[in-house]
Nanobody
Framework: QLQASGGGLVQAGASLRLSCAAS????????MGWFRQPPGKEREFVVA????????DYADSVKGRFTISRDNAKNTVWLQMNSLKAEDTAVYYC?????????????????WGQGTLVTVSS
């Protein structure tokens, strides 16, 4: 089970830190991802992190602004979002999967949090 939190309403240029707490599974063996769904649009990949070695992959639109991190001892993954833009407005979801490599496709993630709304005003 995944529980995402940390969303809110901020102005452009501000920062937010999203958290995703996992329970009920072996968190340390799951790749974790963040996806977002802007209003009226499809869900899109933001960033993912491997369960081991901390390898990451970022969407081009967030590179240099967003940072994913995880602490397997705390069963938590974070998404630090800096220099937020209006186009970052979306419901953000954390997701988990067991796989042999990082996946950018939301269809390959098996466990999902409930989503947290991020609204960036311009």
């Amino acid at each position: 089970q995944l529980q995402a939190s940390g969303g809110g309403l901020v102005q452009a240029g501000a920062s937010l830190r999203l958290s995703c707490a996992a329970s009920g599974g072996t968190f340390s063996t799951y790749d974790m991802g963040w996806f977002r769904q802007p209003p009226g649009k499809e869900r899109e990949f933001v960033v993912a992190i491997r369960w081991i070695g901390a390898g990451t992959d970022y969407a081009d639109s967030v590179k240099g602004r967003f940072t994913i991190s995880r602490d397997n001892a705390k069963n938590t993954v974070w998404l630090q979002m800096n220099s937020l833009k209006a186009e970052d407005t979306a419901v953000y979801y954390c997701a988990a999967r067991i796989g042999r490599w990082l996946s950018l496709s939301f269809r390959e993630y098996t466990d999902w949090g409930q989503g947290t709304l991020v609204t960036v005003s311009s």
